[in-house]
């Protein structure tokens, strides 16, 4: 009998640890009614999401008529595309927000930025506390990775941070044993 207790109390604690998991959302960049181009308002886009570390953006755009690069404030600012901090121009942009802080976004065509194709975004710690986020779209790109070594999400839906489907079956193997 006290076994079994045991077994029940260590299966409680697992499920209760994964319950605190924080929830990323993948964004896509002025979805869902526009994209990263020049009619979307991405100002009004960016004022009415939040976003955390773990989340992860993705600007998809024509490759001949857009790109996307990350600059520091001062080039936000004046909308200057010299030395860049990263450059992507392959249609499908993601960028991993892993850290906390501010990042800034310009689309280096010539007018582009100026024109209001850019975005500040800024990423607060994830926290358990906080509800989880709701995906910004329902569809599902195959987003390729920004630079290398960063591993995208599969799907624009809502991931729950990894370990959780091995939470549960140890969770499950244990109310078995």
């Not at 181009?37 to 004022?47: E, F, I, R, S």
């Not at 690069?69 to 960028?95: F, H, M, Q, R, W």
């Amino acid at each position: 009998m006290t076994n079994m207790v045991y077994k029940i109390l260590l299966a409680a604690v697992a499920i209760a640890s994964i319950a605190q998991l924080t929830v990323a959302t993948n964004y896509t960049v002025g979805a869902p009614s526009g994209s990263w181009d020049l009619q979307t308002n991405l100002t009004q886009w960016v004022d009415s999401n939040t976003f955390h570390t773990g989340d992860v953006l993705i600007f998809t755009y024509s490759a001949s008529q857009h790109d996307v690069l990350e600059v520091t404030k001062a080039n936000y600012d004046s909308c200057t595309t010299s030395s860049p901090i990263s450059i992507d121009d392959s249609g499908n942009t993601v960028v991993p927000l892993s850290t906390t802080g501010t990042r800034y976004f310009i689309c280096g065509i010539p007018g582009h930025c100026a024109g209001g194709m850019k975005v500040q975004i800024d990423v607060s710690s994830s926290s358990s506390s906080s509800p989880p986020s709701v995906p910004s779209t329902p569809e599902s790109p195959s987003p390729t990775a920004s630079s290398p070594g960063n591993s995208p999400p599969s799907s624009a839906a809502t991931s729950v941070v990894a370990g959780v489907g091995l939470g549960l079956s140890l969770a499950a193997a244990l109310l078995v044993l």
